[in-house]
């Protein structure tokens, strides 16, 4: 992992037209495939191919390179093991769209649908692979409906047309592009945030606000807050809440039981109190 990159800086373009179709008359089969075709197109530039026998570079976005009026190399397309070209054509794309409301960006597909090959004659299954699903880039983005790449993308899922795309990685990184269907409905989402009074910065009720269940210690905070870090219990309720104003620790307060299930009311450590002046309501 010499040169790791991450999904930041990430420029995102959509094709906005395609040139006129070049006829191509051959490939070759090399580390860079050479295609032969009259053309005027310029390094660097993308082109979208259509080809029939080499079906491993039908419907491929390509970028060129080495350009001459009779031809020109496909940059980093190693078609030595491809199947023999017949016939073809390449359009000029130009990424003239930008989106840049994407907030994240994931991935699928590309999986091979296995095929089984097992005979009735193997001892242990067998299979090879079919044909591999398509690949999807699905994106969450804030939703603009006056962006210029949204607004693009819907388009395109209305007619349900392809459009090729290019992803950027930084100033002169790698480039990565595909073509496909853009899928788009520009529908807005939400999420609703949750807010809990309860909810405090401090662990211990010792720096809290009051709440219905608990008032503000104003004698030995300090203890209190021992208290609250003894055993490493959390404890809550009225009865807890005066152990802590004790000082004492409130992890041995016990639950109050009414008469009727058993047990003794109101026991603590030091002794009984009245449980109608004093319910516990802490349960370990």
């Known amino acids: 992992m010499s040169n790791p990159r991450k999904w930041s800086n990430v420029a995102v373009a959509l094709q906005s037209a395609l040139g006129a179709a ?9 580390t ?32 060129v390179k080495a350009v001459s009026g009779a031809g020109f190399t496909l940059e980093g397309i190693d078609t030595t093991l491809f199947d023999t070209f017949t016939s073809g054509s390449a359009q000029k794309i130009t990424f003239g769209v930008s989106v840049t409301t994407a907030t994240e960006v994931s991935p699928s597909g590309g999986e091979f649908d296995f095929i ?5 004659h193997a001892a242990q299954q067998t299979q090879i692979p079919g044909t591999p699903t398509a690949g999807v880039y699905t994106f969450t983005n804030v939703w603009d409906i006056s962006d210029a790449g949204l607004l693009a993308i819907k388009a395109a899922s209305d007619t349900q047309t392809k459009r090729a795309v290019k992803f950027t990685f930084g100033a002169g990184g790698p480039i990565m592009c595909f073509n496909g269907y853009p899928a788009g409905q520009l529908l807005p989402g939400a999420r609703r945030r949750r807010w809990s009074p309860r909810r405090r910065s401090s662990p211990c009720p010792a720096r809290r606000a009051t709440t219905r269940h608990e008032r503000p210690l104003r004698k030995d905070p300090q ?3 021992a208290a609250c870090r003894s055993r490493g219990l959390r404890v809550h309720g ?21 008469p009727l299930a058993g047990g003794r009311l109101g026991e603590r450590h030091r002794g009984r109190s009245d449980p109608r002046r004093r319910p516990a309501s802490a349960a370990l």
């Open 223 to 225: 203890g209190a807050r």
């Open 32 to 63: 860079e495939g050479v295609v032969s075709a009259t053309n005027t197109l310029a390094n660097g530039e993308f082109v979208l191919l259509a080809v029939e026998g080499m079906w491993q570079l039908n419907d491929r976005v390509a970028r």
């Open 238 to 258: 009225p009865a807890a809440h005066a152990a802590r104003t004790r000082g004492e620790d409130p992890g041995r307060v016990r639950r109050a039981r009414h």
């Open 22 to 30: 070049i006829t191509i008359t051959a490939v070759t089969k090399a």
């Open 116 to 120: 089984p090959t097992t005979t009735i």
